[in-house]
């Protein structure tokens, strides 16, 4: 009996809040947080600046000097590699021929360097590149050392042809 009178009165109506008030679960509110979200996500868009493309970039590009070489040969440089005796004759544009040997092969891959850029001038090395047709017998260090002194030389379209 004393519980029931206990329940009936005030102690009873403290002790319903109280159940009352643990039964419903803390939540968060997602109404506001996507608010706030969509707020960020405006201000962030509205005052972001974003890099200017390249294409409407101003560019003056220099003109060609009045004595500057005319392309005069189609299709790529002809660079061929042939084994000799102790060493690799480097032929190119069918007319200059350098020798590589293994005890001046610093000497010879310099001269190389000197005279390719003069017949290089006659070619559209950008466009059409160089050819490497190389003998089976050459030594593949010579090939290498052919290929560095022209990509050294700005050549950067090289291609091996193979024959059958």
């Known amino acids: 009996m004393n519980n029931q009178i206990l329940q009936s009165g005030l102690a ?12 419903p679960a803390m939540g968060l509110r997602m109404t506001a947080m996507i608010d706030v979200i969509f707020l960020l996500l405006t201000f962030f868009v509205l005052t972001a600046r974003f890099k200017q493309p390249e294409s409407h970039l101003n560019v ?13 040969s189609e299709g790529p440089l002809s660079v ?7 060493g690799c004759e480097v032929i190119f544009a069918q007319a200059d021929k350098i020798i590589l040997h293994p005890g001046t092969i610093d000497t010879n891959l310099a001269e190389l360097n000197a005279r390719f850029p003069a017949v290089a001038s006659s070619y559209n090395l950008a466009e059409q590149g160089v050819e490497l047709h ?3 017998a050459v030594q593949w260090d010579y090939v290498v050392k052919v290929y560095d002194v022209m990509y050294q030389m700005g050549v950067t379209k090289i291609t091996f042809v193979t024959e059958k």
Request: charged share 25%.
């Open 12 to 23: 009873g109506q403290v002790m319903a809040g109280l159940k009352r008030r643990r039964s």
């Open 60 to 72: 003056t590009l220099p003109k060609p000097a009045v004595g500057a070489a005319q392309v005069v």
């Open 80 to 86: 061929q590699l042939k084994a000799v005796d102790n």
């Open 134 to 136: 190389c003998d089976n």
